[in-house]
Nanobody, 124 residues
Framework: QVQLVESGGGLVQAGGSLRLSCAAS????????MSWFRQAPGKEREFVAA????????TYADSVKGRFTISRDNAKNTAYLQMNSLKPEDTAAYYC?????????????????WGQGTQVTVSS
């Protein structure tokens, strides 16, 4: 079992930055990969970024590549998503998910453990 709690969302102007955190508990954090997804109103949840259990491998959606950075601190049982150069189209609820069986999988149906989400709103 894995429990995930996101934090760090908020309202920011276009061009600004936010850092999201995802605190994990339960199963040993360093034994699984982590991913971030987002869901805008009226749209399906979409993959944003993923990081391997060690932190040595990362992958990103094309829409955020070069602007977002995923990282993790296994000593703190926490994953992060640093979001820079934010755009209004980045507005969404952001969710972290634990990937116990792979790395960088992009289908929501492949994940069993999700956080409750944190809202990010980017104003123009």
């Amino acid at each position: 079992q894995v429990q995930l709690v996101e934090s760090g969302g908020g309202l920011v102007q276009a061009g600004g930055s936010l850092r999201l955190s995802c605190a994990a508990s339960g199963r040993t954090f360093s034994s699984y990969a982590m991913s971030w997804f987002r869901q805008a109103p009226g749209k399906e949840r979409e993959f944003v970024a993923a990081i391997s259990w060690s932190g040595h491998s990362t992958t990103y959606a094309d829409s955020v590549k070069g602007r977002f950075t995923i990282s993790r601190d296994n000593a703190k049982n926490t994953a992060y998503l640093q979001m820079n150069s934010l755009k209004p189209e980045d507005t969404a609820a952001y969710y972290c998910a634990a990937d116990l069986y792979g790395v960088g999988r992009r289908e929501t149906t492949e994940y069993d453990y999700w956080g409750q989400g944190t809202q990010v709103t980017v104003s123009s």
